[in-house]
């Protein structure tokens, strides 16, 4: 994967309008510079750049804590909470140091061009915004508040890239094929596109599922930034898409239905399942989760990690295992011998997640014990095996056994037996039974 361009922007009368000045590192209190949030979107949509904040501001906690404050606001008025702090969470704050950038973006640089300004230059330099020629034009068509859609006409930008007074344009975004799914409530595993799940290997994206083999259901996915602590934690019914560079992005499904359709290899039939499913999903949102809060990572007692303001008992996973758990705990197997008609000497009592992790284990066992025979063990139906009472002498069984059961039980009755699992007898090299 291509090593993407690390863009550094100042803050101050760049993304912020600064018409107030100075008033504390922490007190921003000045709209954006006209079109800096469109800016954002599309540096971060792109997928070529990575982007740092670079301010005076940051070398101060609540000067970096007032520049993502300001971001998330503006970011969430301009496209909404989903979008927004997708966008948001791309955006990196500096911390005061003057980072190694392909490019600087600031309204007090001169751009070298081999040529060394005079010092006269230099000490009659100004902003963009402080300039007379724009100062003079804003305040002669009474924008005061905002210089900016003047500047390009006063920078000689040709008049037929303008429409009308205010110099605003209607633009329509170039045709763009994208790969997109819907992340809605108890979506199997399998449904998962084969490029997410490159993402999820290349940890650009995590997913968290519950249940076993093919009906394993996923329950949250979080998209990983780029040199952010801020993961996103995808809502219900919104869309991941891939843009053209491999970057993942995030959008409600009203705005990726008004700005996306199908081509070929849409598949209706997942479209229906979404459809459906959205009737009956809970609402998720992260309104409640504050927009400042600062994200870290943690370690669980199981050895996966986990994104969290702060740290918590359990997992996303774990939680949900132990959730699950409470509600429906797991069977309990036992494995004996049948040395007596209806009574099993136990091998184990143990609890599995199904009847295969038990009868692998049983056979596991058994193999065991006389491995000089070189025995091998297989699963029989002989006559009567739902009824340990009515089998034979001279089975190994594996029964689900009640929950009076002790756990040093040591033998065990049909009365304790809830259901006969599996049967085994054991066969010599020649096939024999032994």
């Not at 081509?263 to 039939?269: F, K, L, N, R, S």
Request: hydrophobic letters at 40%; a negative charge; proline letters at 6%.
């Amino acid at each position: 994967m291509a090593r993407k361009k690390l863009i550094s922007i100042d803050f101050d009368g760049v993304l912020h309008s600064y018409a107030s000045g100075w008033q504390g590192a922490g007190t921003v209190s000045d709209a954006p510079v006209e079109g800096a949030m469109d800016f954002l979107r599309s540096i971060v949509e792109d997928g070529r750049f990575d982007i740092v904040i670079s301010s005076s501001r940051c070398d101060r906690e609540a000067g970096r804590e007032a520049i993502r404050a300001f971001l998330d606001r503006h970011l969430v008025e301009a496209y909404g909470e989903v979008v927004g702090l997708t966008i948001a969470a791309c955006v990196r704050v500096g911390d005061g140091t003057k980072p190694p950038s392909y490019l600087h973006i600031d309204d007090r640089a001169w751009t070298f061009d081999g040529v060394w300004p005079s010092l006269d230059a230099i000490d009659g330099f100004k902003p963009w915004n402080k300039r007379d020629d724009i100062v003079a034009a804003a305040a002669a068509a009474g924008w005061k508040a905002s210089p900016a859609p003047l500047h390009a006409a006063v920078c000689g930008i040709p008049e037929a890239a303008t429409s009308d007074a205010d110099l605003a344009a209607v633009y329509r975004r170039l045709p763009l094929d994208v790969e997109a799914f819907q992340f809605v409530p108890d979506m199997l595993v399998m449904h998962l596109p084969d490029w997410f799940r490159e993402s999820v290997a290349e940890s650009k994206a995590t997913f968290y599922d519950r249940g076993d083999k093919d009906e394993r259901k996923v329950f949250d996915i979080e998209l990983e930034q780029v040199d952010s602590q801020y993961p996103i934690e995808v809502p219900a019914n919104a869309w991941v898409v891939r843009g053209a560079t491999g970057s993942l992005y995030v959008l409600t499904d009203e705005e990726f239905r008004a700005g996306h359709q199908p081509i070929d290899g849409y598949d209706e039939d997942l479209a229906e399942i979404s459809r459906r499913t959205i009737e009956t999903a809970p609402a998720q949102t992260v309104s409640d989760v504050p927009v400042t809060a600062m994200m870290a990572l943690h370690a669980c007692d199981c050895g996966e990690s986990y994104f969290a303001p702060e740290q918590r008992d359990q997992c996303p996973a774990c939680a949900e295992k132990a959730a699950v758990e409470t509600v429906m705990p797991k069977p309990r197997f036992a494995l004996g011998t049948n040395a007596m008609p209806g009574t099993l000497e136990l091998f184990f009592l143990e609890s599995f997640d199904s009847d295969d992790a038990a009868k692998a284990a049983s056979v596991k066992l058994l193999e065991s014990n006389y491995p000089e025979l070189e025995l091998e063990y297989r699963e029989v139906y002989p006559r009567h095996f739902d009824d340990i009472d009515r089998l034979k002498a001279g089975y190994d069984v594996l029964v689900e056994v009640t929950p009076e059961i002790s756990g040093d039980a040591t033998a065990v009755n049909s009365t304790g037996v809830v259901r006969v699992v599996a049967v085994f007898r054991s066969f010599d090299a020649a096939g024999k039974a032994a």
